[in-house]
């Protein structure tokens, strides 16, 4: 026995007894079956649990709170046994004298204490006969010869499970906050028009935010040309749904419980378990900036990622109510509308912010002052946005937004001339909360049936909760005390160890990492931030181990883990995966996944026979450029990766890209001049010419990177060797292209592909390469728009590709 914690143990079992001793504390043990026969019931006080043959599910009184139940299922093994499917969202039932009765008139009968029927099956006047959990989560009811009448796959809640459709007639509820099971704002759903979609229903606006609502379903990859509507995940984590959308887990495979939760927070995500500790980790989700969901800050309300999920009100608003940012922002000025209103109101500058609504004009090609003028002229208009493509729109209603340094457009609010526009007052942040009131709370008032000759016992009621607290109370005191007393010896805090287990981030050992890579005995590559070795971790996994070098050292442990968990919270399907870190004395390493073809170099730049194919070439590109994009203008840090290149881009055995050590610039030393930095994570060849002129360092660096590994792509060697000047080659082409000659296009090509090239990809991503590596920032383009283009590069012709592209 650890000598250290015995005396918690033992001084919370005498509490245990003494309290018990005191007040009959009853404690009935679970009773488990696999079939709910006609005339049987399940109650919260017998504790009766319906379980799946396999163990994986089970069904019953879910608690909620002190004395509130919901009949529900959930996983068996996952930690807090997270519900997939409840009966009564919006009406719990009371631990005493509730019942779910399968009843002689054939029905599943959920009723509270006293008798109310809160929920039952449409069963009636049928010939079932069981109930019965199956091993896919779905609760049935049958008939004598196997009919299913009733499923509970039928009517989901937040969730759905394997196998589990989602139909015309099926929309799934998120919860109103982390923790609880009623009904909230969000839902997914298929709409009328056949299209999978999301749609904030909050108390004041209702908008669709998913697919992006500003364009059509083609352009959102989708499909209004299907008669049916049906989507479903299948049991090795693949998504289908009958209007062309789909997407993958990544950890695709057969054995792995999973679950798509529509989630409190707006966000579609597919979670699987981990049976070693019951943790859950998201292998997919609908938006990884979470600021795109609509309704998180309410109306007026603006998104923040600063960094963390965070909510501001505009200049002169403030929040409606003080502790829900659901309810918004209001106005602290009144605005009026008379003949003098063009001379009372003026505008306020909210740079790189929109804020949705309804948008009652738009003009595609307009001047700032004319889009000015025509809502300063309109007594209706509330704000007008306005970018650098020139497109105004003029906002009559005002819902929610969001501001994103990478967002090319600007918002302007209409606030009293009175008010000083120039100079307003700081905007202050808030961490995002939900008014979600705690269970306990919101519940308490259910009535407590503890009788005894008819009279409710409060006394002993009270007495236990007060003995319940102060149990509680003392083994909390003394588990921080001891946890407090051992942080020396062990490296990981509670908070930590509370991170760990909910991520598929994990801190190693360095003897585990040691052993797993023969001590550091292969050596896959080399590159600036340090050495990569081959390892098999004990679970079999095949993992790439990055042995760091010049990061935060000695006693900044907590900083390295708060830096390299952000890493580790990354995910992306042309990222590489990163599954953990060791951080223990002078050793810091990352664990990622092993990629099968190694890095883009060696596939690229080989003088064999056998180059790699245009094919193979372009689909590379457009993976590489995903990666990146997700990285600048998707992920929750909006990561700069400061040093693309070939040897950073590797290739899995399906040639899809994944793109290698980004985020390690965060772990690079502090306090470096840009000179130094240069060094440390720049790449001749590679480097924008911001590094060099001691200009701040932004996305578009990693925007330049990208257009030179284009060129190295088309033209299968290094920049460095081309036996012409790169700019020189990009200026003729450029004047050739204007002529109307498009032959330079075979002269850039590699010529090793015997013209197997499809000229049309090839002359868009050269197009695209010349504007990334344009000598300002400002002229290259973001890697959204080069995403955007070459998925389009089949559907338009080249000329458009190219207008559009130089119009950004």
């Not at 005191?22 to 319906?50: A, H, K, Q, Y």
């Not at 799934?172 to 704002?185: A, H, K, P, R």
């Not at 083994?475 to 287990?501: A, K, N």
């Amino acid at each position: 026995m650890n000598c250290s914690t015995s005396p918690i143990i033992s001084l919370h079992l005498l509490l245990l007894i003494f309290f018990s001793s005191s007040f009959p504390i009853v404690s009935p043990s679970t009773t488990l079956i696999t079939t709910l026969n006609r005339g049987s019931s399940l109650s919260p006080e017998n504790n009766d649990i319906l379980t799946s043959p396999d163990g994986s599910f089970s069904c019953g009184f879910y608690q909620l709170g002190d004395n509130a139940f919901s009949f529900s299922i959930w996983f068996t093994h996952s930690a807090n046994k997270t519900v997939v499917w409840t009966a009564n969202r919006e009406r719990p039932v009371n631990g005493q004298g509730s019942r779910i009765q399968f009843g002689g008139d054939r029905s599943m009968v959920l009723t509270d204490v006293d008798g109310t029927v809160v929920w039952a099956t449409n069963t009636t006047s049928t010939d079932a006969s069981k109930a019965e959990l199956l091993n896919s989560g779905n609760l049935i009811i049958t008939n004598s010869s196997g009919s299913v009448l009733w499923q509970s796959f039928d009517s989901p809640t937040d969730t759905i499970l394997p196998s589990q459709p989602i139909t015309k007639d099926i929309r799934l509820m998120s919860t109103i906050g982390d923790g609880s099971l009623s009904t909230g704002y969000y839902s997914l759903y298929f709409d009328n028009d056949n299209v999978l979609r999301l749609i904030y229903n909050g108390p004041e606006t209702s908008s669709i935010y998913w697919p992006d609502p500003q364009v059509n379903a083609g352009v959102s990859g989708r499909t209004t040309f299907n008669s049916t509507r049906f989507a479903v995940l299948d049991d090795v984590g693949r998504f289908m749904s009958s209007d062309a959308f789909g997407f993958n887990a990544s950890d695709l495979g057969l054995g792995i419980r999973r679950r798509l939760t529509m989630d409190y927070d707006g966000n579609l995500r597919l979670y699987s378990l981990s049976e070693s500790d019951g943790s859950w980790s998201v292998t997919w989700m609908a938006f990884s900036y979470m600021c795109k969901v609509h309704g998180l800050c309410g109306r007026n309300g603006i998104c923040i990622y600063a960094p963390g999920l965070q909510c501001s009100c505009p200049p002169y608003y403030e929040m409606t109510n003080k502790s829900d940012w659901t309810k918004g922002c209001k106005p602290t000025f009144n605005l009026t509308c008379d003949p003098s209103h063009q001379k009372t109101t003026t505008f306020i500058e909210l740079p790189h912010s929109d804020l949705w609504g309804y948008d009652y004009t738009s003009n595609m090609n307009s001047s700032f002052e004319s889009c000015k003028n025509t809502c300063l002229s309109d007594c209706t208009c509330q704000a007008f946005r306005y970018g650098l493509d020139r497109k105004c729109f003029a906002k009559s209603a005002l819902f929610n937004g969001y501001s994103s340094p990478e967002f090319w457009g600007d918002i302007y609010l209409k606030i009293p001339a009175t008010l000083d526009a120039s100079n307003p007052p700081p905007r202050k942040l808030s961490n995002l909360t939900c008014n979600t009131s705690e269970s306990k709370d919101l519940l308490i008032s259910l009535t407590l049936y503890v009788k005894t000759n008819g009279k409710t016992q409060w006394d002993y009621y009270y007495g236990f909760l007060s003995a319940f607290g102060v149990i509680e109370f003392l083994f909390i005191t003394f588990g921080w005390w001891s946890l407090h007393q051992r942080r020396e010896s062990s490296p990981i805090t509670v908070d930590e160890g509370y991170r760990i287990i909910t991520s598929q981030f994990r801190r190693f050992t360095y003897g585990e990492l040691k052993k797993a890579t023969r001590n550091f005995n292969e050596e896959l590559g080399r590159g600036g931030s340090g050495a990569v070795y081959k390892g098999i971790l004990s679970d079999k996994r095949i993992v790439g181990v990055k042995r760091l070098e010049d990061v935060i050292q000695g006693d900044e442990d907590d900083e390295f883990w708060s830096e390299v968990s952000t890493i580790g919270r990354i995910n992306h399907m042309n990222l590489v995966r990163m599954y953990g870190f060791c951080s223990e004395r002078k050793h810091r390493l990352l664990v990622c996944e092993y990629v099968e073809y190694g890095s883009l170099d060696g596939l690229l730049f080989d003088d064999d026979d056998d180059p790699l194919r245009w094919k193979e070439r372009f689909k590379i590109a457009v993976g590489t450029a995903k990666g990146l994009a997700y990285l600048h203008h998707e992920c929750l840090e909006w990561v700069v990766h400061c040093d693309i290149k070939p040897e950073n881009i590797l290739i899995d055995r399906n040639y899809e890209a994944k793109i290698a050590d980004f985020g390690l610039m965060k772990l690079s030393q502090r306090g470096a001049p840009t000179t130094e930095l240069s060094r440390i994570r720049g790449t001749k060849g590679y480097m924008a010419p911001e590094w060099v002129l001691n200009l701040p360092i932004t996305a578009k660096v990693d925007v330049y990177s990208f257009g030179v590994v284009l060129l190295e792509m088309l033209r299968g060697r290094r920049v460095l060797e081309w036996e012409v000047d790169v700019k020189s080659l990009i200026r003729v082409a450029k004047e050739r292209l204007a002529n109307g000659d498009d032959s330079w296009i075979e002269d850039l090509v590699d010529a090793r592909l015997n013209g197997d090239v499809d000229v049309k990809q090839a002359e868009t991503m050269a197009l695209i390469a010349f504007l990334c590596v344009e000598e300002e920032a400002g002229k290259r383009p973001t890697m959204d728009k080069v995403v955007e283009t070459l998925m389009a590069v089949d559907e338009v012709d080249c000329d458009s590709v190219t207008v559009d592209l130089y119009e950004h």
